[in-house]
């Protein structure tokens, strides 16, 4: 199941200034389901990380124990679903999630998913041009691909469908070669 997300103009606006630049940057969504539904979220309010970001390394960044306590609490006050947002900046095109950012969602997803009652996740990453992203609607350990986001009075935004491929390529048990007599 593919998962769409909507959002208002002006809150899309304001993700793309902050998402906008030569750096990685992070921003966090608080998503209610439309109509109940679980594969149609519709992004409500946005926390843009100014603070709280430390380098790991020369092109990935992570957030400070604080700053990921803050989300899950905003969240959880807000009985919402936390949607991640960040930027692979202009070179980010077409977007996908690095092999990097995969494993970090593979420990942090089943943590928040816990601490927000069983409530969907999902990470949206975003390139100069195009975004892509994933979602766990139904267990906190299979991700589904998003592939829409619909911007209220714009035509709806097609997610890459990368990063699920990448995933679902990860997934897949390698074949071991035949033993060569030596």
Do not use: N
């Not at 769409?4 to 608080?30: K, P």
């Not at 946005?46 to 020369?58: C, H, K, S, T």
């Not at 306590?69 to 996908?96: F, K, M, N």
């Not at 942090?108 to 816990?114: D, E, G, S």
């Amino acid at each position: 199941m593919a998962v769409t997300f909507s959002i208002s103009d002006d809150l899309y606006g304001r993700i793309c200034d902050h998402l906008t630049g030569t750096a990685e940057q992070v921003a966090f969504f608080l998503a209610q389901r439309s109509d109940g539904r679980v594969d149609h979220l519709r992004l409500v309010d946005a926390y843009m990380v100014a603070d709280g970001l430390e380098p790991d390394g020369p092109f990935h960044v992570h957030l400070a124990d604080e700053v990921q306590g803050q989300v899950i609490r905003w969240a959880w006050s807000a009985d919402a679903s936390l949607v991640e947002a960040h930027s692979h900046g202009p070179w980010g095109d077409p977007a996908a999630f690095s092999p990097t950012d995969l494993d970090g969602l593979a420990e942090w997803v089943p943590h928040v998913w816990w601490r927000l009652g069983g409530r969907p996740y999902a990470a949206l990453v975003f390139g100069a041009q195009t975004f892509d992203g994933l979602a766990w609607t139904r267990s906190p350990t299979t991700a589904e691909p998003v592939d829409l986001l619909r911007i209220d009075g714009r035509p709806p935004r097609a997610a890459t469908g990368r990063s699920h491929a990448r995933l679902q390529r990860r997934a897949r048990p390698r074949r071991s070669s035949p033993d060569v007599p030596r």
